[in-house]
């Protein structure tokens, strides 16, 4: 199993500019999230699904979108980027509340950097 | 709103002693999990250790440890025996009711000195 994976891992863009990033699980698993980290500030909740076709706010949405088309991806999108959302970008992913020990599983991360 | 507070930036110790890192987290929730990961310089974040609210037995894993305090809201980690290994960055998470979401403290960033 090659566990979650991101799509790029790496990525540098122009103010305005608009990308995509895309994440992929292969645990089935039911929860995706997108979280960002900036430094001295831990990872920021973005938007998180709780099954295909669902996508909810976290705590920082503004200026990213998301679709979940398919239960094994969850892509991030940035329609017009902008230089504060210069990050490292994480996915995740979980089991549903059904089972006991939420853990989430996370991919390598995205450095995405805004000039 | 939960919070997480993780408040040393920065700590250090000696290769095989032992060091504790502080957690306080703030909830109105009764059923929750508290974790703590590791980020090495990979950038990968791996879980260290979880532990379930309603359970009163603090979780171990090998050489880490929790001391989780629920009245006092306090979730630390100690590490035993520090290994080279072991320097990275650490994050207290809290897991609440209803989606799972991860909220993260600030991180603590541990060094070991050989």
């Known amino acids: 199993n090659a566990g979650v994976t991101q799509t790029p891992k790496f990525r540098v863009l122009k103010t305005g500019q608009s990308m995509t990033l895309l994440c992929a699980q292969d645990?089935?698993?039911?929860?995706m999230y997108w979280y960002r980290q900036d430094p001295g500030m831990g990872l920021r909740l973005i938007h998180y699904?709780?099954?295909?076709?669902?996508?909810a706010k976290g705590e920082v949405p503004d200026g990213y979108n998301v679709s979940r088309l398919k239960k094994q991806n969850f892509l991030l999108g940035l329609e017009s980027a902008a230089p504060s959302q210069t990050s490292v970008y994480f996915c995740?992913?979980?089991?549903?509340?059904?089972?006991?020990?939420?853990?989430?599983?996370f991919g390598p991360g995205t450095r995405l950097t805004v000039l | 709103a939960q919070t997480v507070t993780q408040s040393q930036p920065e700590m250090s110790v000696q290769e095989a002693e032992t060091v504790t890192l502080s957690c306080t987290y703030d909830?109105?929730?009764?059923?929750?999990?508290l974790f703590w990961y590791k980020q090495p310089p990979s950038r990968q974040m791996i879980l260290v250790i979880r532990?379930?609210?309603?359970?009163?037995q603090n979780a171990t894993e090998n050489r880490f440890s929790v001391n989780f305090q629920k009245a006092a809201k306090s979730f630390s980690l100690k590490i035993s025996d520090s290994q080279l290994g072991d320097a990275a960055m650490y994050f207290c998470?809290?897991?609440?009711?209803?989606?799972?979401?991860?909220?993260f403290g600030q991180g603590t960033r541990l060094t070991i000195n050989p």
């Open positions: 995740a992913s979980s089991y549903s509340a059904a089972t006991s020990y939420n853990e989430q599983f």
């Open positions: 645990m089935n698993h039911e929860y």
């Open positions: 699904s709780v099954g295909e076709g669902t996508t």
């Open positions: 909830t109105s929730e009764s059923d929750y999990y």
């Open positions: 532990q379930e609210a309603y359970k009163q």
């Open positions: 998470a809290y897991s609440g009711e209803g989606a799972q979401k991860l909220v």
